[in-house]
């Protein structure tokens, strides 16, 4: 199984002395489908990308099954700028990179065709959220990316390195 997706969307209620506190979250690994796209939103920056979440396993017959579920995230910058967008994604996420998030799943629901439609995404702002880039780091985070001397690959080359 290439990606794992721990899809406990939890919504639990913990009570402690006399406190009452729920919890929503889900936990997505696998890989990262596309380049992340970086809009402004008031002044912060806002990522959306997709993970693939790939999984294979044998059927009852014996036979092969893969199965790839899609997640989309929408990870948002801290207010001074120097957030989870900037300082990580924006630089440094890349086609094909496992990662590991943990966030909020957000339901939201639109028309399509007259017909309501329902789809959710997993939002990653503030402390509760976790990014992990699995795998180690494109780059070092001290230093910027303004390097040109480092061979650029083709996107042929690019796609023969995605794994699904």
């Known amino acids: 199984m290439t990606g794992h997706v721990d899809q406990l969307v939890k919504n639990v209620t913990l009570e402690s002395e006399n406190r009452?506190?729920?919890?929503?979250?889900?936990?997505?690994?696998?890989?990262?489908?596309?380049?992340?796209e970086i809009k402004d939103v008031k002044g912060t920056k806002v990522a959306n990308f997709s993970i693939a979440v790939n999984e294979n396993y044998k059927n009852k017959n014996g036979?092969?099954?893969?199965?790839?579920?899609?997640?989309?995230?929408?990870?948002?910058?801290?207010?001074?700028?120097?957030?989870?967008?900037?300082?990580?994604i924006e630089p440094m996420l890349t086609a094909g990179q496992m990662v590991?998030?943990?966030?909020?799943?957000?339901?939201?629901?639109?028309?399509?065709?007259?017909?309501?439609q329902r789809s959710f995404k997993v939002k990653?702002?503030?402390?509760?959220?976790?990014?992990?880039?699995?795998?180690?780091?494109?780059?070092?985070?001290?230093?910027?990316?303004?390097d040109t001397s480092a061979p650029k690959k083709s996107k042929e080359q690019l796609?023969?390195?995605?794994?699904?």
Not at 23 to 35: D, H
Not at 68 to 86: F, H, P
Not at 159 to 164: K, T
Request: aromatic share 8%; net charge negative; charged share 25%.
């Open 159 to 164: 796609d023969d390195d995605i794994p699904f």
């Open 124 to 146: 990653l702002a503030g402390p509760q959220s976790l990014f992990k880039m699995i795998g180690g780091l494109k780059q070092d985070l001290a230093t910027p990316s303004n």
């Open 63 to 88: 036979e092969k099954v893969e199965n790839t579920s899609w997640y989309r995230i929408e990870a948002w910058d801290g207010k001074n700028g120097n957030g989870l967008v900037s300082a990580v």
């Open 100 to 116: 590991y998030v943990k966030g909020t799943p957000v339901q939201e629901e639109y028309e399509k065709d007259g017909v309501k």
């Open 20 to 36: 009452t506190m729920n919890l929503q979250e889900i936990t997505v690994s696998g890989n990262v489908g596309q380049a992340p």
